[in-house]
T-cell receptor
């Protein structure tokens, strides 16, 4: 079993809809959680970073962490065709430690 | 212009050859990482380095080698011992003890 699980998709939504993404993990030592967006043939771009449990909002993006359930989520409001990409979750145990990634979810936002 | 530069963008290798992928950064970050990405899969860690002249194996280090002689540079050599080297290779950096990692644009290696 992988340490971090993520549904590969694709997840197809109409423009303007809310995109809901999530990851589950098995290692309770993870404390730092990140979401990356990756366009085809490009390097991942950091979208959101959260520490421990709670919510964080940045523009159209909201990240949630529920450590008791070992579950993290990313919500994208008012989705745009330019949001079509692969979204990767990542997490680490402490500062300076290696990142462990989920497999990524491909998202398609249709005009 | 600050950032992480990976070169070349595309690389073709004949079987049995060693090739070296370049990663240079001017962000003054201490830690540097190499990841491999296969189609439809997440990123797997090959090697990482937190300080100059020191590096550690990641999850899939076999068939790869690295060096960290300068803070700015962390080249990755894909040796002939790597049996399935065709993949997308990504270099990342982070400040220590900060936790976010930032990525270069990747090198796509194809064995021909």
């Amino acid at each position: 079993q992988k340490e971090v699980e993520q549904d590969p998709g694709p997840l197809s939504v109409p423009e303007g809809a809310i995109v809901s993404l999530n990851c589950t993990y098995s290692n309770s030592a993870f404390q730092y959680f990140m979401w990356y967006r990756q366009y085809s043939r490009k390097g991942p771009e950091l979208l959101m970073y959260t520490y421990s449990s709670g919510n964080k909002e940045d523009g159209r993006f909201t990240a949630q962490v529920d450590k008791s359930s070992k579950y993290i989520s990313l919500f994208i409001r008012d989705s745009q065709p330019s949001d079509s990409a692969t979204y990767l979750c990542a997490m680490r145990k402490d500062a300076g430690n290696k990142l462990t990634f989920g497999g990524g979810t491909r998202v398609l936002v249709k005009p | 212009d600050g950032g992480i530069t990976q070169s070349p963008k595309y690389l073709f290798r004949k079987e049995g050859q060693n090739v070296t992928l370049s990663c240079e950064q001017n962000l003054n970050h201490d830690a540097m990482y190499w990841y491999r990405q296969d189609p439809g899969q997440g990123l797997r860690l090959i090697y990482y380095s937190q300080i100059v002249n020191d590096f550690q194996k990641g999850d899939i280090a076999e068939g790869y080698s690295v060096s960290r002689e300068k803070k700015e540079s962390f080249p990755l050599t894909v040796t002939s011992a790597q049996k399935n080297p065709t993949a997308f290779y990504l270099c990342a950096t982070s400040r220590v003890p900060d936790t976010e990692a930032f990525f270069g644009q990747g090198t796509r290696l194809t064995v021909v």
